[in-house]
């Protein structure tokens, strides 16, 4: 029998108490179903919705992902959640970043709750997986999608405007599904925390602890002084998976073409701007892609 994650306003009102943050999560709007938690938060971001709002859903009938995806969660079995940020001091140019700020999250926090989930890490630019021998490298645990509007922050010393300047973090993640709940696909194979440690996870606490990890990551994202920092942590993170010993084939657009252009490398880091940098294995030539996905990494 599954539980709604929140059972009433009055439990809303204890998360928002308890959270060790500022201003992510201190507002909660749940529903027990909705389109998109995304679309929720981007009205929300349009008018005057305040920063740090969590609009989070049990179940969404048109939950998407990148290049118009679907995400798929059997009801209260996953997290399926938007964070609606208004950031003061994120420069234009360090956008690219948020994506991989919210994964860096992800990963840190499901590593807090088991031994089995320390592995977990970033697939650029914007899954969570778990690394493993199969092919394609990797198991799918959970995805991002950012949608933004940043154009009134262009650098660390000009003013926001705040009710213009905005980004909307959309995260889904498989918590308490079972194998058959997941469903059958020719890419990288899901997962979910349940399959990964053999037990339930209290969907709360794992909510909890993403925005709290969020919050702290996107407050270093806006101190000029802390990114190089941050930048090294989520290079960090990749490289333990992706190793210069380890090849990666990586596709580049048109993506949605009988032949993709697929291209092997290894991963030579992130630039400045948050964008994949590969080495390539004949010519050690680095080039950085603002557009591409990884397909395989060599086991």
Not at 102 to 129: M, Q, Y
């Amino acid at each position: 029998m599954t539980s709604p994650l929140f059972e009433s306003t009055q439990d809303i009102a204890n998360f928002e108490r308890s959270i060790a943050t500022r201003a992510l999560g201190k507002r909660i709007q749940f529903f027990n179903r909705t389109q998109s938690t995304n679309d929720l938060a981007l009205d929300a971001a349009r008018g005057h919705g305040a920063h740090g709002t969590v609009f989070v859903a049990d179940e969404q009938d048109a939950g998407r992902g990148r290049r118009g995806r679907t995400w798929n969660c059997p009801p209260a079995m996953g997290l399926l959640f938007s964070v609606l940020v208004r950031p003061r001091t994120i420069p234009l140019e360090a956008s690219g970043w948020i994506p991989l700020v919210a994964g860096l999250a992800c990963a840190e926090a499901l590593a807090s709750f088991s031994e089995h989930l320390r592995g977990v890490t970033v697939k650029w630019p914007n899954d969570i997986v778990v690394p493993c021998d199969a092919t394609p490298g990797w198991k799918k645990l959970g995805g991002i999608l950012c949608e933004s509007a940043l154009s009134a922050v262009s650098s660390d010393t000009t003013p926001v405007d705040l009710e213009r300047g905005y980004a909307v973090i959309g995260i889904g993640l498989n918590i308490n599904q079972t194998q058959a709940m997941l469903p059958e696909t020719d890419k990288a194979p899901p997962t979910s925390l349940l399959l990964e440690t053999g037990k339930c996870s209290d969907r709360q606490a794992v909510l909890q602890a993403i925005l709290e990890r969020l919050e702290f990551h996107l407050d270093a994202l806006s101190d000029s002084s802390q990114r190089s920092a941050l930048r090294f942590a989520i290079e960090e993170k990749m490289r333990a998976w992706l190793p210069e010993s380890k090849q990666i084939t990586f596709r580049l657009p048109p993506f949605d073409v009988p032949n993709p252009n697929e291209q092997v490398g290894t991963f030579a880091g992130l630039d400045t701007f948050g964008r994949l940098r590969i080495r390539s294995v004949h010519d050690h030539i680095e080039t950085a892609y603002a557009d591409a996905e990884i397909v395989a990494v060599q086991p």
